[in-house]
């Protein structure tokens, strides 16, 4: 809903090359390239794929969807928009340095990095794992260039517990 929400809010922003990172079944993917953006989604689970490239067949939308690590594959292409939907949380704290690493690869230098946090704090040692603000500030904040922050109408089970981060690449 935090995607839609900024989609609508934005008709007027420039419009791109989109990359979807753990992009599963491609609800997102979807949104983006229903708003005119050229979409690729990219998942590390093989079985995504084919199922978010039939949801996508049904609407008609054309978008490139790739089985693919985002952490570790060599970026293919710069990006003028990464979105992700709560894949930071997914990382083990260990790699979110490589994340943002990853990050820097794959966005053209002045793009965007629209991401929806999952802000919990509790860890059981298994996805998602807890986060905060003064962490994404710390891993994003020599790079990129935070333009907004706000809490995004979220799915019901997440309500309050989200928080939307708009980031600009610096050049």
């Known amino acids: 809903p935090g995607l839609v929400d900024y989609l609508a809010d934005h008709p007027e922003a420039p419009l791109g090359q989109a990359l979807v990172p ?8 979807r949104a983006l390239a229903r708003a005119g953006w050229t979409v690729t ?17 049904e609407e008609a939308l054309e978008i490139n969807y ?29 790699r979110r340095g490589d994340y943002a690493e990853a990050l820097r690869g794959w966005l053209k230098p002045g793009g965007l990095y629209l991401a929806v ?15 905060t603000t003064t962490e994404l500030d710390r891993r994003f904040g020599d790079s990129f260039e935070l333009l907004r922050r706000w809490t995004p109408r979220s799915y019901e089970s997440r309500t309050e517990k989200e928080l939307m981060n708009e980031w600009k690449m610096r050049s």
């Open 22 to 29: 753990g992009c599963g079944l491609g609800h997102d993917a």
């Open 41 to 57: 989604g990219l998942d590390i689970a093989p079985s995504s794929v084919p199922l978010a490239k039939r949801l996508a067949e």
């Open 66 to 94: 790739r089985i693919g690590d985002f952490l570790d594959d060599e970026p293919y292409e710069a990006f003028d928009l990464v979105f992700e939907h709560t894949l930071f949380c997914a990382i083990p704290p260990a």
């Open 117 to 131: 946090n999952y802000m919990i704090t509790d860890d059981n040692g298994e996805p998602p794992f807890s986060t």
